[in-house]
C-alpha cells in the first residue's frame, strides 16, 4: 500500500528555490578591459530625469559604503565648475565653508590648456550670442575637490548636472606613514574652533597628506607640464570617458588604477554613467548591492 505521506527525498525537493541568476543590470560591463572592471550606465540625458537620479542617489551610497568598509579607501568628491549654473550657483556659494572646495583643473589623458581664442571667433561669438557670450568654452575645466562636509547632501545638491565625479583612493603604501594628527587642548578649546571647525580642519590636513594631488598632476598632467600654470595648479583630475579607459595601454591603467581603487563618473560624452574598479572580479559584489537595492524596491528606469 502506497502512503501520502512525502519521502525524505519529495521533502528535501519540494524546500528547493530557484536561485536568480546574477546580474549587474542596469550596468553594462565592457568586455574589453580585462584586468579591471569598467561599466556602463545608461542614461536618458543630463540633467538626469528624477527617477534616474533617485536611483543613483540610493546607488552611489550603497557604493560607498560597500568600497569604503574594511578597508581605509576614502571618498573623494569632485564638481566641475560648469556644473554650477545660474540655478545652483548660491547654493554652492552657501555652502562653500562647509564643503571646502578645493580648485584644480580637470583633464583628459594626453589632453593640454584650451588654446586662446582668435580674434574672429571672439568676433562671431558675440554677433552669434550679443549678451550671452559663452566664455566658458575658451576656459580650462576648473574642477573643485570638496575637501569636507556631507558627502550624501552634497550628491543630493549637485548629482546630475553631468559634471560630479568619485574617487576612492587609498593612501601611499611606499611612503613614510605621516604622524597621526593631534591638536593641543589650547586649539582645541578656542573659541574659532567650535561646532566642528576643528574637526573640518583636521579633515583637510589628512586630505592634504595623501598622495593624491602630485601623482595625479604626474599622471594626467603631461599635457600641460610645460605651461606656466603649471606649478600652480594643485591637482589634475583624470576625466576619464569610457574610451580613454579601453585605449590605454595596460601599463598606464596599471598607473591609474594604483593612484584610486574605483572611479564613479557622469559622462555625458558616453551619454551615461561610468564606474571603473581596479578588481576584475567586480562583478560579484556589485551583482550583489544592485540585488539588494531591487529586494528594497529600487527600480532603475
Known amino acids: 500500500m502506497m502512503s501520502d505521506e512525502p519521502n525524505d527525498s ?3 525537493a519540494s524546500r528547493l528555490q530557484p536561485v536568480e541568476p546574477r546580474t549587474i543590470e542596469p550596468f553594462f560591463r565592457s568586455d574589453q578591459v580585462t584586468e579591471q572592471s569598467l561599466y556602463w550606465l545608461p542614461v536618458s540625458g543630463f540633467p538626469l530625469s528624477w527617477r534616474e ?34 540655478e545652483n550657483t548660491d547654493l554652492f556659494l552657501a555652502r562653500k565653508l562647509d564643503y571646502t572646495p ?16 582668435s580674434n574672429d571667433a571672439v568676433r562671431k561669438e558675440i554677433e552669434d550670442n550679443a549678451y550671452n557670450v559663452d566664455v ?19 550628491r543630493f545638491n549637485f548629482l546630475g548636472t553631468g559634471h560630479m565625479s568619485f574617487l576612492f583612493t587609498a593612501p601611499d603604501k611606499t611612503a613614510t606613514t605621516p604622524p597621526k ?14 561646532d566642528g571647525k576643528l574637526e573640518q580642519q ?27 600654470a603649471y606649478d600652480g595648479i594643485p591637482f ?62 529600487e527600480v532603475y528606469s
Not at 552611489?60 to 579607501?73: C, K
Not at 598607473?255 to 567586480?282: H, I, N, R
Open 53 to 86: 537620479r533617485h536611483w543613483l542617489l540610493t546607488f552611489v551610497t550603497r557604493l560607498r559604503n560597500l568600497l569604503t568598509s574594511g578597508n581605509d579607501w576614502k571618498l573623494g568628491t569632485f564638481l566641475q565648475a560648469k556644473a554650477l549654473t545660474r
Open 236 to 297: 589634475v583630475f583624470p576625466m576619464l570617458t569610457s574610451a580613454d579607459l579601453i585605449a590605454a595601454l595596460p601599463k598606464d591603467l596599471a598607473q591609474w588604477f594604483e593612484l584610486f581603487g574605483a572611479y564613479f563618473t557622469e559622462s555625458p560624452a558616453d551619454k551615461g554613467c561610468l564606474l571603473a574598479v581596479a578588481d576584475p572580479e567586480f562583478d560579484e559584489p556589485l551583482s550583489d548591492l544592485l540585488k539588494q537595492m531591487r529586494d528594497e524596491g
Open 181 to 194: 594628527l593631534f591638536a593641543p587642548r589650547i586649539l582645541r578649546t578656542h573659541p574659532a574652533m567650535k
Open 136 to 154: 566658458s568654452q575658451w576656459m580650462p575645466d576648473f574642477c573643485y575637490w570638496l575637501l569636507t562636509g556631507d558627502d550624501e547632501e552634497q
Open 102 to 117: 578645493f580648485s584644480g583643473i580637470a583633464l583628459r589623458p594626453g589632453t593640454g590648456m584650451p588654446a586662446a581664442p
Open 10 to 12: 519529495s521533502r528535501r
Open 202 to 228: 583636521m579633515k583637510i590636513t589628512e586630505a592634504m597628506q595623501r598622495p593624491f594631488m602630485k601623482r595625479s598632476k604626474e599622471l594626467f598632467g603631461s599635457g600641460i607640464r610645460d605651461h606656466h
